[in-house]
């Protein structure tokens, strides 16, 4: 099965920026249409951002314009670059594999994603 090692994650004041990663092994992000999602009670969850296999990326409204999604398809590394956070960002975030049958897309909008490893925590206070 996949193991990740998560970096980044901590707290930080409103309008500071932090910046996660994931590195994987045993499962290879250049295959897969991957993304990041966060968690902030019970099953909620939002899915934040998505890059496809080709580097397209989405992003939730809620997001867009503050966070950045890249990877290194050689480490086999994703990561979200955080910026302008406020305390509405204070979650657990998850890289995740978003699956594309049943005519799904690499987008935000794709409710079938599966967490990787065990998350981190960002806060941010006011």
């Known amino acids: 099965q996949v193991q990740v090692v998560y970096s980044g994650g901590g707290s930080v004041q409103a309008g500071g920026s932090l910046r996660l990663s994931c590195t994987a092994s045993?499962?290879?992000?250049?295959?897969?249409?991957m993304g990041w999602f966060r968690q902030t009670a019970g099953t909620d969850r939002e899915a934040v951002s998505t890059?496809?296999?080709?580097?397209?990326?989405t992003y939730a409204d809620s997001v867009k314009g503050r966070f950045t999604i890249s990877k290194n398809n050689t480490g086999n590394t994703l990561y979200l670059q955080m910026n302008a956070l406020n305390p509405e960002d204070t979650a657990m975030y998850y890289c995740?594999?978003?699956?594309?049958?049943?005519?799904?897309?690499?987008?935000?909008?794709?409710?079938?994603?599966?967490?990787w490893g065990q998350g981190t925590q960002v806060t941010v206070s006011s």
């Open positions: 995740a594999l978003f699956r594309l049958g049943s005519g799904r897309s690499c987008s935000t909008t794709n409710d079938d994603y599966t967490a």
């Open positions: 045993g499962y290879a992000i250049t295959t897969n249409c």
């Open positions: 890059i496809s296999i080709l580097g397209v990326k």
